[in-house]
């Protein structure tokens, strides 16, 4: 199936799992939030397919609780969905807005739909990924508030993206990276800058193969995508649990990008695949991105450096693995 934006793909057969998730971070208070809505078809002869809402925050101010997480499971039923609308339980996610609650959280935010749309997965290799990704909404401007255990963050200004993704499993490795607050080394900001990249090893005929790496964005008022089959495994690529360093080239250009996530404003959540199999997920909405900018220069027969970009404490970072890391709690 080709990619689509916010519509949804599951047809109502089993073996298939879907995600639509929007991350943002005050840029204030510097609170960090990730909001989910999946929804999980299992394979023939297990569970009855379900929905969740899940909610999360990374909280970086010395005295708050560094990690909050809420998640509720409702049958499927609770699920409707009418063109670029989504409604589950007490929650609603639509080109405009995004509302909703859960225990000791509620939110309510509004935003005018983003003018970049970026797909991660190249034509030629539709067939054979097993996660799908788009990026309906890739850039921006959240106003609104959201509560957390009773507190009220008033959201001005605040930068983020929406994406959609799904398929039949998760990824054996991956890192995911967002961002599109930059500013650059002077700390002017950098509106209509946005990099949204994926990394996955995943398992063919027994072993396993990658990482592939994927990265979209805008840099310099034009579109980056490097996406090709042959760019995603040419794309040099390491990650761990709280970074990740990472090249891409597309065209002309190339970028050099290194992520930071703090250890403890990592929250570890379980995810399943449609068979059951468990996935481990580490995720923070408060990393530190940086951004070199680099363009061929012909006449030396190499790459000149154009421009640096840096994110502290406002890029969307998010780990996993087959095995829980022993010494970060899974809060769901």
Same mark, same amino acid.
């Given at each position: 199936?080709?990619?689509?934006?916010?519509?949804?793909?599951?047809?109502?057969?089993?073996?298939?799992?879907?995600?639509?998730?929007?991350?943002?971070?005050?840029?204030?208070?510097?609170?960090?939030?990730?909001?989910?809505?999946?929804?999980?078809?299992? /394979?023939? &002869?297990?569970?009855?397919?379900? %929905?969740? $809402? *899940?909610?999360? =925050?990374?909280?970086? @101010?010395?005295?708050?609780?560094?990690?909050?997480?809420?998640?509720?499971?409702?049958?499927?039923?609770?699920?409707?969905?009418?063109?670029?609308?989504?409604?589950?339980?007490?929650?609603?996610?639509?080109?405009?807005?995004?509302?909703?609650?859960?225990?000791?959280?509620?939110?309510?935010?509004?935003?005018?739909?983003?003018?970049?749309?970026?797909?991660?997965?190249?034509?030629?290799?539709?067939?054979?990924?097993?996660?799908?990704?788009?990026?309906?909404?890739?850039?921006?401007?959240?106003?609104?508030?959201?509560?957390?255990?009773?507190?009220?963050?008033? /959201?001005? &200004?605040?930068?983020?993206?929406? %994406?959609? $993704? *799904?398929?039949? =499993?998760?990824?054996? @490795?991956?890192?995911?990276?967002?961002?599109?607050?930059?500013?650059?080394?002077?700390?002017?900001?950098?509106?209509?800058?946005?990099?949204?990249?994926?990394?996955?090893?995943?398992?063919?005929?027994?072993?396993?193969?990658?990482?592939?790496?994927?990265?979209?964005?805008?840099?310099?008022?034009?579109?980056?995508?490097?996406?090709?089959?042959?760019?995603?495994?040419?794309?040099?690529?390491?990650?761990?649990?709280?970074?990740?360093?990472?090249?891409?080239?597309?065209?002309?250009?190339?970028?050099?990008?290194?992520?930071?996530?703090?250890?403890?404003?990592?929250?570890?959540?379980?995810?399943?695949?449609?068979?059951?199999?468990?996935?481990?997920?580490?995720?923070?909405?408060?990393?530190?991105?940086?951004?070199?900018?680099?363009?061929?220069?012909?006449?030396?027969?190499?790459?000149?450096?154009?421009?640096?970009?840096?994110?502290?404490?406002?890029?969307?970072?998010?780990?996993?693995?087959?095995?829980?890391?022993?010494?970060?709690?899974?809060?769901?």
């Amino acid at each position: 199936m080709a990619p689509a934006g916010n519509e949804l793909v599951w047809d109502g057969r089993p073996g298939h799992y879907e995600v639509y998730y929007l991350t943002l971070t005050d840029p204030r208070a510097g609170v960090g939030c990730w909001i989910r809505y999946t929804l999980l078809s299992p /394979l023939a &002869g297990g569970d009855a397919p379900s %929905a969740a $809402l *899940w909610f999360l =925050a990374m909280d970086p @101010r010395p005295r708050a609780t560094p990690v909050f997480a809420r998640r509720s499971t409702y049958p499927i039923e609770a699920l409707t969905h009418a063109g670029d609308e989504l409604a589950l339980g007490p929650a609603r996610l639509d080109a405009r807005s995004a509302t909703g609650e859960l225990p000791g959280c509620a939110w309510e935010l509004r935003y005018e739909p983003s003018a970049l749309r970026y797909e991660h997965i190249h034509p030629l290799l539709r067939r054979v990924a097993d996660t799908q990704l788009v990026l309906p909404q890739a850039d921006l401007t959240i106003d609104g508030w959201v509560t957390i255990s009773g507190e009220r963050l008033e /959201l001005r &200004g605040a930068r983020g993206g929406q %994406a959609h $993704l *799904w398929g039949g =499993a998760h990824a054996r @490795r991956w890192a995911w990276v967002h961002c599109n607050d930059f500013r650059d080394l002077d700390g002017t900001p950098q509106p209509g800058s946005v990099l949204d990249a994926v990394s996955a090893v995943v398992r063919r005929a027994g072993r396993e193969v990658g990482p592939n790496t994927p990265v979209v964005g805008r840099f310099e008022g034009e579109d980056f995508v490097s996406r090709s089959p042959i760019r995603v495994l040419a794309n040099d690529s390491r990650f761990a649990l709280s970074g990740w360093s990472f090249t891409a080239t597309a065209g002309s250009r190339r970028l050099i990008a290194e992520v930071d996530a703090p250890r403890r404003l990592i929250a570890g959540v379980t995810y399943h695949d449609p068979d059951g199999e468990p996935a481990y997920c580490y995720n923070t909405e408060t990393a530190t991105l940086r951004v070199q900018v680099l363009h061929r220069a012909r006449r030396v027969g190499g790459w000149m450096h154009r421009a640096t970009l840096l994110a502290e404490g406002r890029a969307h970072f998010e780990y996993g693995q087959r095995e829980p890391v022993r010494d970060v709690e899974l809060l769901l």
